[in-house]
């Protein structure tokens, strides 16, 4: 792991970052199926969420074309478990972080794999079934992928839990093409 991604991490505004167990991305068709039970409205309606993302086995072997990647979180405390005002400042403070280094890391990695949590936010509404109109900063989400951010987490070296009355946000970017010729 290039240590200077790591101050990047920092830089960019997260709380948390560690080299990612590239090993810990196995994806779960249980978290495929909670995408399609489409609580969040964007199931088959935007292009990084599934189906649309690509199937699970499609996504692992995307994941398996790196050979690096980077954790990263954005964790803050809450008023209460009530604290809806809070969780939106803490995902966009996270989704900024994210736009933040994913940017600066694909200047230097342009084939970078860009992984958030939750849906893309880059456009208010998805541009679906029509072409994306930014699909050199969309990403899909961790979750999107089948994964199980918590294990991922943990394996990676990073809390998922932070105790009562906190929230976090985790990301993760895959880079250093291991198929590349």
């Known amino acids: 792991m290039n240590e200077e991604y790591l101050q990047w991490a920092r830089e960019a505004g997260f709380t948390a970052a560690a080299p990612l167990n590239m090993a810990a991305l196995a994806p779960q068709p249980a978290v495929r199926a909670m995408c399609a039970s489409d609580r969040c409205h964007a199931y088959g309606k935007n292009w990084t969420c599934p189906p649309v993302c690509g199937t699970l086995d499609e996504c692992a072997a995307r994941m398996a074309r790196y050979a690096d990647g980077i954790l990263l979180q954005t964790q803050g405390t809450l008023e209460d478990e009530f604290d809806y005002p809070g969780m939106q400042a803490l995902e966009k403070a996270h989704l900024q972080a994210l736009h933040r280094f994913a940017d600066r890391l694909r200047g230097r990695e342009p084939d970078a794999l860009v992984l958030g949590a939750g849906g893309c936010r880059v456009c208010?509404?998805?541009?679906?079934?029509?072409?994306?109109?930014?699909?050199?900063?969309?990403?899909?989400?961790m979750e999107g992928y089948g994964l199980v951010v918590s294990d991922v987490c943990r394996a990676s070296g990073i809390p998922y839990y932070y105790g009562r009355g906190t929230l976090c946000y985790s990301a993760c970017c895959l880079f250093g093409r291991s198929d590349a010729k």
Do not use: L
């Not at 208010?124 to 989400?141: H, I, L, M, Q, V």
């Open 124 to 141: 208010e509404t998805c541009a679906y079934p029509d072409p994306c109109r930014f699909p050199g900063r969309a990403c899909s989400s």
